[in-house]
């Protein structure tokens, strides 16, 4: 079984359903020849088997190691894109990452703290919200509102800078 699939080992062909009967049934009309070669329950049958199981997973990496690197590069991508947003680093300064790729990721970051938080206000029994304005070195206005939610009535939590 490889994947939810039944897969045969020496002819490598997907066989449609797992029930017994088709199994011997391919393996009589499709591999006769291997119980002459290899005959049941000796050594050489079950060298022969971990062999062609080898085989099998080798062809399987193929697949799946560029899966995993690309979802490691993924991710490496994601922590590129947060650390420029939290220093306020121009996203051309990334030189592994294009400027549009900064971008989406710093969107999508941004997206998805949105969804968190509107999850979280739905649970919330009880919130507040306090806004300050403040100027900074150049003129140009700040917003700050801190959030405070609690789960429970007695255990408030600080969350959220809005700037």
């Keep these: 079984m490889l994947k939810d699939k ?34 049941p329950k000796t050594e050489v049958r079950k060298k022969q088997l971990e062999k062609l ?11 799946t190691k560029p ?3 690309s979802k490691a590069a993924t991710i490496a991508s994601f922590q590129i894109s947060h650390v420029l947003a939290k220093n306020k ?9 294009s400027r549009k790729t900064v971008t989406r990721r710093v969107e999508s970051i ?6 968190i938080l509107k999850q979280d206000i739905k649970e919330c029994v009880y919130f507040s ?16 509102g801190p959030k405070k939610r609690s789960q429970e009535r007695l255990n408030p939590e600080n969350e959220l800078a809005i700037e």
């Excluded at 017994?20 to 290899?38: A, E, Q, V, W, Y």
């Excluded at 199981?53 to 697949?63: A, S, T």
């Design 6 to 39: 039944c897969i045969c080992l020496i002819c490598q062909i997907t066989i449609s359903t797992t029930k017994k009967g088709n199994l011997g049934r391919h393996f009589r009309t499709t591999n006769s020849k291997f119980d002459i070669d290899f005959p």
């Design 53 to 63: 199981k080898l085989e099998i997973d080798k062809q399987q990496l193929i697949f």
């Design 67 to 69: 899966v995993l690197k």
């Design 89 to 97: 680093k121009s996203f051309q300064t990334g030189e592994i990452l």
């Design 110 to 115: 941004g997206q998805n703290l949105v969804e």
């Design 129 to 144: 919200l306090q806004f300050d304005e403040s100027t900074d070195i150049t003129d140009t206005a700040q917003l700050y």
